[in-house]
């Protein structure tokens, strides 16, 4: 499998080269943001290692003109900034995961591993997230064998939640960017949430929909802890 990684610090970027090839990854480098985006979109990966300060095109630039191009590979990024606000607009620019430095190696590999398979198994025409199935060609959704009837909106909204699992979506991106919907009312986003929790989540023991305070919610299966 291959792996770009786009790291304008060069030690930092030998480091973790040398230590995907000896987990037997394939890597490629980019020391710029620029040339990082034109390899990305030239070559097909399997993960993308993103710096978020980088020369020449920012982090966030790269990850949002690769989403707008509907190029789905998965985004880990990399960065020393921790605040919340950094934190949020990579999630928002399309990043599937958000790694601090410093960081130990075996993290890196261990969320490089995690979502490779994420990956795999949201291929398939039929996502599965614990007991749920979510079909996106019958456009029919079961849980624990169960059909559950959804509004289009649900649908469209359960689809990238499960698309997107264990990764948070914002209010805005589901509202801009899922239902491509800029004119409704803020709190639009959460009544459709709250219908779809009552559908999915109602009177089961396990809760797969979740609420991440201050960023917005997320899909994800019952070992995959925290939530509400």
Not at 44 to 51: F, T
Not at 77 to 87: S, V
Not at 122 to 151: F, M, S
């Amino acid at each position: 499998m291959r792996i770009l990684l786009i790291e304008d610090e060069r030690p930092i970027a030998l480091v973790v080269k040398r230590g995907l090839e000896e987990a037997r990854f394939r890597v490629d480098v980019a020391h710029d943001g620029e040339t990082g985006l034109q390899m990305a979109r030239s070559d097909e990966y399997s993960v993308i290692l993103l710096d978020l300060m980088l020369p020449q095109r920012d982090g966030w630039s790269v990850c949002q003109a690769l989403r707008d191009e509907r190029n789905a590979v998965p985004i880990l990024m990399l960065t020393a900034r921790d605040a919340l606000d950094d934190r949020v607009r990579g999630l928002e620019t399309g990043a599937d995961d958000y790694l601090p430095k410093p960081f130990e190696f075996p993290e890196l590999l261990a969320r490089v591993r995690a979502l490779l398979r994420r990956d795999k198994v949201h291929k398939g025409r039929v996502i599965r997230v614990g007991d749920l199935e979510v079909d996106t060609v019958a456009a029919t959704v079961r849980r624990g064998g169960e059909e559950i009837p959804l509004t289009r909106r649900e649908s469209t909204l359960l689809e990238a939640l499960a698309i997107n699992e264990g990764r948070v979506l914002s209010r805005e991106v589901i509202q801009e960017r899922v239902w491509m919907d800029e004119e409704s009312y803020s709190n639009t986003v959460d009544v459709h949430v709250g219908a779809l929790r009552r559908k999915i989540d109602a009177g089961r023991d396990e809760k797969l929909i979740h609420t991440v305070h201050g960023l917005g919610y997320t899909l994800r299966r019952p070992d995959g802890g925290g939530g509400r």
